[in-house]
């Protein structure tokens, strides 16, 4: 039963691949490119000001206590930034990490299984494809799939071994 349940999440977390690949590139894309709201859009929405004849609204004295609440506001949006940014960050590391366990595991098979493995999964290259490009029978190519289907559940149960032993201590 739990060969079952570690073969299924095997499959999937492989699937997941161009999918983790893709939030990578949207995170970092967002981390260099933080949307941000600028000091002095904070003041100009903080002043006041009279209209004049044409609907132009020119600065008016801006009050102490109006700077002060500027002031307060432009603190917590630069918390509220930093937060973004800092989640951000956060959430590209987790992917990150996901995505080199993946590649690493896979890198531990056998480089015939791995080839599959990675073409298939990785690249989502279909059979037909696969078969034209490695010039292998359909059978040998799911051969090479399963078997490594197979070490990478292998992989995932010493895991777990070795995190249960390491919880029972």
């Not at 949006?77 to 987790?94: C, F, P, S, Y």
């Not at 279909?126 to 051969?143: D, F, N, S, V, Y």
């Amino acid at each position: 039963m739990e060969y079952t349940k570690l073969r299924t999440q095997v499959i999937e977390d492989l699937k997941s691949y161009p999918t983790l690949k893709r939030k990578i590139s949207l995170l970092r894309y967002e981390q260099e490119h933080p949307a941000r709201i600028t000091d002095g859009e904070v003041i100009d929405s903080m002043a006041f000001s009279r209209s004049i004849g044409d609907g132009i609204k020119p600065p008016v004295c801006i009050s102490d206590k109006t700077m002060l609440i500027a002031a307060q506001f432009r603190d917590k949006t630069d918390r509220l930034n930093q937060g973004t940014v800092m989640e951000i960050a956060k959430e590209l590391h987790t992917v990150e990490r996901q995505l080199a366990r993946l590649e690493f595991y896979v890198s531990q098979l056998d480089e015939k299984q791995a080839e599959v493995i990675r073409k298939y999964y990785f690249e989502e290259k279909t059979w037909g494809a696969l078969q034209q490009e490695m010039h292998l029978a359909p059978r040998t190519l799911i051969k090479r799939r399963d078997d490594g289907l197979n070490a990478l559940v292998s992989i995932y149960m010493y895991l777990r071994q070795i995190t249960k032993k390491g919880d029972n201590q």
